[in-house]
């Protein structure tokens, strides 16, 4: 791969650990869905959820268990979500396969255009703030990127 003046090959690796820590940040998003969805870090979340479906400050008691299984599978798609980005990125982009890239300049803005028209429509917009928070985090090295991968690809990106 021929660089363009300026450029380097240390932008490339920048970009992907970027990607790579964003995803993992994900996994982590998942896990405190699943496993302490009543935690403090989850209150401004859970406030705005009980704002927006039940007209209080709080999930009322007979609607926690509901809450609860309602966080778990959502924290078990964010896992899978992020795994299967975080392979993305640490394998395929690597090698700089122009699937990997488009796969995820594709799936995360519909992923994000879907959800937080729900979102936007159920009044959980906190959500909606998360979503453009992740697609932000995502398209910045993807648009970063985007020449490592649509460009003559000749010189490898060592480790």
Not at 80 to 103: M, S, V, Y
Not at 109 to 127: C, H, N, Q, R, T
């Amino acid at each position: 791969m021929k660089l363009k003046e300026g450029e380097s090959l240390m932008g490339f690796k920048f970009w992907r650990g970027w990607l790579i820590f964003v995803f993992l940040v994900s996994l982590a998003v998942g896990i405190v869905l699943i496993f302490f969805p009543d935690s403090p870090v989850m209150s401004l979340y859970n406030k705005k959820v009980a704002a927006a479906f039940y007209a209080t400050d709080q999930v009322p008691t007979q609607f926690l268990a509901h809450h609860t299984w309602v966080m778990a599978v959502l924290g078990s798609a964010i896992i899978g979500w992020g795994i299967t980005l975080l392979f993305l990125t640490i394998f395929a982009f690597k090698e700089r396969n122009r699937w990997a890239w488009n796969c995820m300049a594709i799936a995360v803005p519909i992923w994000v255009i879907i959800d937080s028209l729900a979102s936007i429509k159920a009044g959980v917009y906190m959500e909606f703030i998360f979503n453009l928070v992740f697609l932000v985090a995502v398209l910045i090295p993807l648009i970063k990127t985007y020449g490592y991968f649509y460009r003559k690809r000749d010189t490898p990106i060592e480790e």
